[in-house]
């Protein structure tokens, strides 16, 4: 399944890869025992990421869309695609980030945790890459304002203004203007 959404993208494909191993590790089906039985095997364990297994386990039930004990592709699929259009509450990203799982920086994760309700301009309590991103460009564009500002305020040349072209500088001028009146 492609997935667009690139910031949070390391958390679906980590979701979807952890469930391709523990599907592979049980022919039959991805059963709630199934997934115990692997993460209690510390040889298979060691071979995907037991965060994701963790929150497969977790939520086994609400993924279990039909109820009949088993995760399938169909219902993986919905998962991953409901959680990359809806985003992901501030517990998840924590829970997730905090066990190595998400492929995001601390940095990302801590401005994203730190911003949240900014973040979140639909209040829906999930952000997604796409606020993610429009935050960034704003707070990225709100800096560089901020910057701008801040060289205008402290650029003396404002102020004195600039060379002249004979090679002679304003400031002088003014000095010299200011000496010259005072005789």
């Known amino acids: 399944m492609a997935n667009k959404n690139g910031i949070l993208s390391g958390i679906f494909a980590g979701l979807n890869n952890t469930y391709a191993y523990l599907k592979s590790q049980n022919p039959e089906g991805l059963t709630l ?4 039985s692997v993460k209690n095997d510390s040889e298979k364990a060691n071979m995907m990421n037991t965060t994701f297994a963790s929150y497969l386990q977790t939520n086994f039930a609400s993924i279990d869309k039909d109820g009949d ?17 809806a985003g992901l509450t501030k517990e998840e990203l924590i829970q997730m980030y905090a066990s190595g799982a998400s492929g995001l920086s601390q940095d990302t994760v801590e401005m994203i945790t730190k911003y949240f309700d900014q973040i979140d301009t639909n209040k829906d309590g999930r952000v997604t890459s796409e606020e993610i991103s429009a935050f960034n460009i704003d707070s ?10 801040h060289k205008r305020a402290t650029n003396m040349s404002t102020f004195y203004g600039s060379e002249s072209s004979s090679g002679v500088d304003s400031y002088s001028l003014l000095s010299y203007r200011y000496k010259s009146s005072k005789n």
């Open 69 to 85: 004990g088993k995760i399938t592709d169909k219902e993986m699929e919905a998962l991953t695609s409901m959680m990359s259009r």
């Open 33 to 36: 025992e199934g997934i115990k």
């Open 140 to 149: 990225a564009k709100q800096e560089k304002l901020d910057e701008d500002a």
